[in-house]
């Protein structure tokens, strides 16, 4: 019977290009693999040849693009088609950790009911890295991704939250669109009580890295510098 090969769980940058955010077995492990599933072909490229410190390598590496267009029940099992004939096989994400608030999920649920070994190495996830540096609850807390778009939808999805993670004493963690970044930070001080606190994190692991924690009522006398940045954020009631 032959032996499958792998999938690796390979980190990406949160933006700019200090490698050194990156466990050493990214940087040993990735040069080796030829096989890729990703979100965007040329952006991987672009980190591979990161990473492998050499162009002369992409002739070598193949690549399958899954992005969040592709839906759970039509999922490709071809995808994973290296793995199953014993190659090993890289799964990279546009920025972060693979299938955490990323499609890869998908492809790792199947590795697993094909019996193909997964294995997370280790990087940036600007979630995490955003619960551990806020100071609120980290022994329970909930990820929302993108709350609704339209004014009055966010605005009871925010209050919602507000609720439940002072009923709980849960962290509620959400993300949005950097242009849409202020109108988010403007519905949150309008909508939450002034004593929930709101944890605000930017460009994480970026040099102007931005992170600061306070309650609502302070919040209301300061606008956060964070429009059109990468941004977390996170609310404890």
Same mark, same amino acid.
């Given at each position: 019977?032959?032996?499958?090969?792998?999938?690796?769980?390979?980190?990406?940058?949160?933006?700019?290009?200090?490698?050194?955010?990156? /466990? *050493?077995?990214?940087?040993?492990?990735?040069?080796?693999?030829q096989?890729?599933?990703? &979100?965007? !072909?040329?952006? #991987? =490229?672009?980190?591979?040849?990161?990473?492998?410190?050499?162009?002369?390598?992409?002739?070598?590496?193949?690549?399958?693009?899954?992005?969040?267009?592709?839906?759970?029940?039509?999922?490709?099992k071809?995808?994973?088609?290296?793995?199953?004939?014993?190659?090993?096989?890289?799964?990279?994400?546009?920025?972060?950790?693979?299938?955490?608030?990323?499609?890869?999920?998908?492809?790792?649920?199947?590795?697993?009911?094909?019996?193909?070994?997964?294995?997370?190495?280790?990087?940036?996830?600007?979630?995490?890295?955003a619960?551990?540096? /806020? *100071?609120?609850?980290g022994?329970?807390?909930?990820?929302?991704?993108y709350?609704?778009? &339209?004014a !009055?939808?966010? #605005? =009871?999805?925010?209050?919602?939250?507000?609720?439940?993670?002072?009923?709980?004493?849960?962290?509620?963690?959400?993300?949005?669109?950097?242009?849409?970044?202020?109108?988010?930070?403007?519905?949150?001080?309008?909508?939450?009580?002034?004593?929930?606190?709101?944890?605000?994190?930017?460009?994480?692991?970026?040099?102007?890295?931005?992170?600061f924690?306070?309650?609502?009522?302070?919040?209301?006398?300061?606008?956060?510098?964070?429009?059109?940045?990468?941004?977390?954020?996170?609310?404890?009631?």
């Amino acid at each position: 019977m032959r032996k499958t090969g792998k999938l690796y769980l390979i980190p990406n940058l949160l933006g700019g290009d200090d490698l050194g955010v990156l /466990s *050493g077995d990214v940087l040993k492990i990735v040069p080796q693999l030829q096989h890729f599933i990703v &979100e965007n !072909e040329r952006n #991987a =490229r672009r980190y591979l040849i990161k990473l492998s410190g050499t162009s002369g390598k992409v002739d070598s590496w193949h690549f399958a693009v899954l992005d969040k267009h592709h839906k759970k029940q039509h999922f490709d099992k071809s995808l994973l088609a290296p793995a199953l004939k014993g190659m090993d096989i890289g799964l990279i994400s546009e920025a972060g950790l693979p299938a955490i608030a990323d499609p890869g999920a998908i492809v790792v649920e199947q590795a697993h009911n094909l019996s193909i070994q997964v294995i997370p190495l280790v990087g940036p996830s600007s979630i995490f890295l955003a619960l551990a540096a /806020s *100071g609120l609850n980290g022994q329970s807390f909930s990820f929302h991704g993108y709350l609704p778009i &339209e004014a !009055e939808a966010r #605005a =009871r999805k925010i209050k919602a939250l507000e609720t439940m993670s002072r009923k709980f004493n849960t962290t509620q963690i959400f993300i949005e669109t950097p242009y849409r970044n202020l109108q988010m930070f403007e519905s949150i001080v309008r909508t939450c009580g002034e004593h929930t606190h709101l944890c605000i994190a930017a460009n994480l692991s970026l040099p102007d890295e931005y992170i600061f924690t306070q309650k609502i009522g302070d919040w209301r006398k300061n606008q956060a510098d964070i429009n059109k940045k990468p941004c977390v954020f996170l609310l404890l009631g």
